[in-house]
């Protein structure tokens, strides 16, 4: 089974930080990219910031500057340091992954959602 599991949500006040991690585990080929997304109640989901195997990053103009997302593609892992946290950012965010996994000879092309981690940004 293949599965995303995020951490690193939490409470925090307005210009703070915090450091989300999410690792992909189970039978993975590979991963073309990763992301964070975010939705706040009533909201759709919005994208945040992507990063591709090539380490090509991607931005929602809201957290330019102010947010960075990296990997480790060795441990299929992807983080995303969040600092001068607003109040606005308080979201649930969840992890997004494209790629490809296996069973036995068959391969398919992926893309997985993790559970969400609650971030939560007091004024």
């Known amino acids: 089974q293949v599965q995303l599991v995020e951490s690193g949500g939490g409470l925090v006040q307005a210009g703070g930080s915090l450091r989300l991690s999410c690792v992909a585990s189970?039978?993975?080929?590979?991963?073309?990219?990763m992301g964070w997304y975010r939705q706040a109640p009533g909201n759709q989901r919005e994208l945040v910031a992507t990063?591709?195997?090539?380490?090509?990053?991607n931005y929602a103009d809201s957290v330019k500057g102010r947010f960075t997302i990296s990997s480790d593609n060795a441990k299929d892992t992807v983080y995303l340091q969040m600092g001068s946290l607003k109040p606005e950012d308080t979201a649930d965010y969840y992890c997004?992954?494209?790629?490809?996994?296996?069973?036995?000879?068959?391969?398919?092309?992926?893309?997985?959602w993790g559970q969400g981690t609650q971030v939560t940004v007091s004024s």
């Open positions: 997004n992954a494209a790629g490809t996994v296996y069973s036995g000879s068959y391969y398919r092309d992926m893309e997985l």
């Open positions: 189970g039978s993975i080929f590979s991963i073309n990219a």
């Open positions: 990063i591709t195997s090539g380490r090509s990053t």
